[in-house]
């Protein structure tokens, strides 16, 4: 059985892409070792990054929106890879205008806290004066970041006014956020952390879309009662850029079934060399120079790990390289934060790393 690593293996992907459309660039590095960088980042035409708003997310909102007047407080959790892309401004203007608000940056231990946790609290607080925001990783459930969010809850809870609640004996906590980015673990979290239970109150996955109607509520603490409103993740229907929504899918954040494994993948790669990243090269274990070329670096994982698969030709079977378990394992690097620098609004922050 012959093994297909000529050209005809190398455009399985390249008919993929019969043509490109112009989008936004980001801000390369001089002296790059990797000589052919492309200066931008193409999709094909036919392939539309802003139809991701499942029927769900808009029901699910208004039913968020008819539950504010039983609610004391906001937590909106995000994921702290992306700090700044993906939030959805609905969550800003329709519910965070009108209740307290604590942002709560959760999946910490991916990003380097040292050189982002400042420049990031400086961003918001100069942007769009948010001052309560909460770091956590609430899959390891840290019991000091769980008690840093419940000391900023109980401060501003009992600070701030109650609106229509001021005869209601407890408070009432709704967690929103787009999906995936730890909402349920951290209601999970808060709960063992206080009640002294280890059993799940709210399902957990490790996908988005799991939650996707408004849970009954929580309760999280006896003194003072405290209950929380798990919620589905809500992405904004507004139109992205694909930057944001490629950044969005490299977390995990969408279904890869909205997207494309190899278009991922492809980003990543231009991502990691617009930025000067080329330790993919030394974690792969991969000869050679980088490369900005993704079908050329799939073949050269494949030659490296061996990953082959049998495919049916006529009426025999014919080994190929198996690139779904190429692009798996790069894709891997980055989301096990694996990969040198996982910070993908780097660019972003530029004038607050400065």
Known sequence: ??????????????????????????????????????????????????????????????????????????????????????????????????????????????????????????????EHGITNIIWTDCKRRHGRALSNVQKAVLDILTHEPRF?????????????????????????????HNMGTKKSAVVEGARPGVTVRVQNRVRVLDKPPMYVLDTPGVLSPSTRNVHEVMKLALCDLILESATNPRYVADYLLYWLNRTGDYSYIKHLEIPGEPTDDIDKL??????????????????????????????????????KGVIRDCCLDKDILKPYLD
């Open 164 to 192: 229509n609640r001021t005869v209601k004996t407890e408070f009432q906590i709704m967690v929103v956020g787009i999906p995936n980015v730890g909402k349920s673990s951290l209601i999970n979290t808060w709960r063992s």
């Open 298 to 335: 799939l073949i050269r994982i494949c030659s490296t790990k061996d990953f082959r698969t049998r495919c049916l030709t006529g009426p025999t079977y014919e080994e190929r390289w198996d690139f779904d378990r190429a692009i798996a394992a790069f894709i891997k690097l980055f989301r």
């Open 1 to 126: 059985m012959s093994v297909l690593v000529n050209a005809a293996a190398r455009n399985v992907f390249s008919r993929l892409l019969p043509s490109v459309r112009h989008i936004t660039t980001l801000e390369t590095t001089s002296a790059d070792p990797c000589p052919d960088l492309r200066d931008e980042y193409s999709l094909p035409p036919n392939f539309d990054y802003r139809v991701w708003f499942p029927m769900h997310m808009s029901v699910q909102m208004k039913k968020m929106e008819g539950k504010l007047r039983s609610v004391d407080l906001i937590v909106e959790v995000h994921d702290a890879r992306i700090p700044v892309s993906g939030r959805n401004s609905t969550f800003l203007k329709q519910f965070c205008s009108i209740r307290p608000h604590v942002l709560v940056m959760n999946k910490m231990d991916l990003i380097n806290m040292k050189k982002y946790r400042q420049p990031i609290e400086d961003y918001y607080r100069h």
